[in-house]
């Protein structure tokens, strides 16, 4: 349930010279009480919405609403009510809201793009249906183990691979679009296939392993030296450290 609606709160009071009181015909006796009327959700101000005035006369004590105001005290209202200035309070709402928006935007253009994403995005886009003994061995490897061992529901025929090797680290992508059919334990299967060959192939000892496996869209399943997930949430910024830590920003 949204609780909303109008609220008001006193944000003035004048004394008022030259009118009358309707009820007891003395002068100079009315007092105008100026009310700031606001939008709130929740009792929470949002935005402004108009003011309203009371008047008091301070001989009979008879109270008139704004409606009842003689011509002359009409006038004189609209003089008051440039005087009477709201709170900020009263655009908490839409001042919280626009706050907001601006730190969103400032932290959007500000944001420093990490530059490894543009690499990992470009061996991502190099994985290869068919890599040879030649060009890519140890994806040639890998996709003999998925060749014989994935289940032909997932189409072992889709599946792309690129593995790169870099100083003391391995990066190996495998796409395998269906993964997301996958129950969690046959996607960690895939992994496991994967070591199959990692752990035996010679030119892989003692590096550091970044293998992502990716569904059709989005990495889902990361493993890195130091951090591992298979959660169809994976982050994929979790193999950048492959081409080596963050850039520093250039001033
Ligand atoms: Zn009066």
């Known amino acids: 349930m949204i609780i909303?609606?109008?609220?008001?709160?006193?944000?003035?009071?004048?004394?008022?010279?030259?009118?009358?009181?309707?009820?007891?015909?003395?002068?100079d006796t009315q007092r105008v009480s100026v009310f700031g009327r606001y939008f709130h959700i929740f009792w929470i101000?949002?935005?402004?919405?108009g003011k309203k005035a009371v008047a008091e006369c301070t001989h009979c004590k008879r109270t008139i609403e704004q409606k009842e105001f003689s011509p002359q005290l009409k006038n004189q209202y609209q003089e008051i009510k440039k005087n009477a200035k709201r709170p900020f309070w009263h655009w908490l709402g839409i001042g919280l809201v626009g706050l907001f928006i601006a730190l969103v935007l400032i932290a959007g253009l500000t944001a420093e793009k990490d530059p490894r994403k543009e690499l990992l995005d470009r061996d991502e886009?190099?994985?290869?249906f068919l890599p040879t003994m030649e060009s890519d061995s140890i994806s040639?490897?890998?996709?003999?183990?998925?060749?014989?061992?994935?289940?032909d529901e997932i189409n072992p025929?889709?599946?792309?691979?690129?593995?790169?090797?870099?100083d003391n680290k391995a990066l190996i992508l495998v796409q395998i679009p269906k993964l997301r059919n996958v129950e969690k334990e046959g996607r960690t299967e895939a992994l496991e296939m994967i070591k199959i060959v990692t752990d035996s192939q010679k030119d892989l000892e003692n590096k550091e392993l970044y293998i992502g496996i990716k569904g059709l869209v989005t990495m889902m399943i990361v493993k890195t030296p130091t951090y591992e997930d298979n959660s169809k949430l994976a982050q994929t910024d979790k193999l950048?450290?492959?081409?080596?830590?963050?850039?520093?920003?250039?001033?």
Do not use: L, W
């Open 4 to 27: 909303y609606g109008t609220r008001a709160s006193n944000i003035g009071n004048f004394e008022v010279s030259d009118s009358k009181c309707s009820y007891c015909n003395e002068g």
């Open 45 to 49: 101000p949002i935005f402004p919405i």
């Open 125 to 128: 886009s190099s994985m290869d």
């Open 140 to 151: 040639y490897k890998i996709k003999q183990v998925f060749d014989s061992f994935a289940t």
């Open 157 to 166: 025929s889709d599946f792309k691979y690129r593995t790169r090797i870099r």
């Open 240 to 251: 950048y450290d492959f081409y080596g830590p963050k850039p520093m920003k250039e001033k």
